[in-house]
């Protein structure tokens, strides 16, 4: 990202400094691609590990995930969270994970609205998803997460955590997500 800016604040150097028009332009859409890589860039590092998690917390992260997959991905999204979550950076950043995971499922299967819950227990965090369809289709809950959640399945195993999928009544869904609470908080 910073050999990006240089890069740019030099093609913007030459830039001013070209007399030809053609090198002119030239310069301007080589600037344009660079503005438009920074971005990709930005957007990667975001992704990779969002700041807000570590600025803000858990709580804050999350209300920014949730606005943030609902508006692009057409989904109306209820939140809620326990206010005294206390869990370690890394499985902070896992809880982070499985519910962008778990959003994404939801808009792939027509779901039109989507209430979700963290909670700590004693022993563990529980991420409770309840997804109403836009149309209902009975049976589909096990079927959404066999077909499409190997990855679900993974994380969840990796976080030594256990997954549960019921199906509700008029085609609503529910999955809970139970992950150990670690021994030592890393703060």
């Known amino acids: 990202g910073k050999r990006l800016g240089a890069l740019k604040m030099t093609l913007a150097g030459l830039a001013a400094s070209t007399s030809p028009p053609s090198l002119r332009a030239a310069a301007e859409s080589m600037a344009s691609q660079l503005d438009e890589a920074l971005a990709l860039v930005r957007r990667m ?23 943030d997959v609902a508006a692009r991905l057409g989904l109306a999204v209820d939140l809620h969270c326990d206010e005294d979550v206390q869990i370690d950076k890394a499985t902070e950043l896992a ?22 819950e963290l909670l700590q227990r004693s022993h563990d965090i529980v991420l409770q998803f309840h997804f109403v369809p836009r149309h209902a289709r009975p049976g589909s809950a096990a079927a959404v997460i066999e077909e499409s959640s190997e990855s679900l399945k993974d994380q969840v195993h990796l976080l030594e955590g256990r997954l549960e999928v019921d199906e509700l009544s008029e085609g609503m869904q529910r999955i809970n997500i139970f992950l150990p609470v670690r021994a030592s908080i890393d703060r």
Not at 97 to 114: C, G, K
């Open 45 to 67: 590092s975001a992704d990779l590990h969002p700041l807000i998690l570590d600025n803000l917390g858990l709580n804050a992260a999350l209300d920014w995930l949730v606005g």
């Open 95 to 116: 809880v982070y994970r499985l519910v962008e995971t778990v959003l994404e499922l939801a808009s792939q299967h027509q779901t039109a609205s989507v209430s979700m």
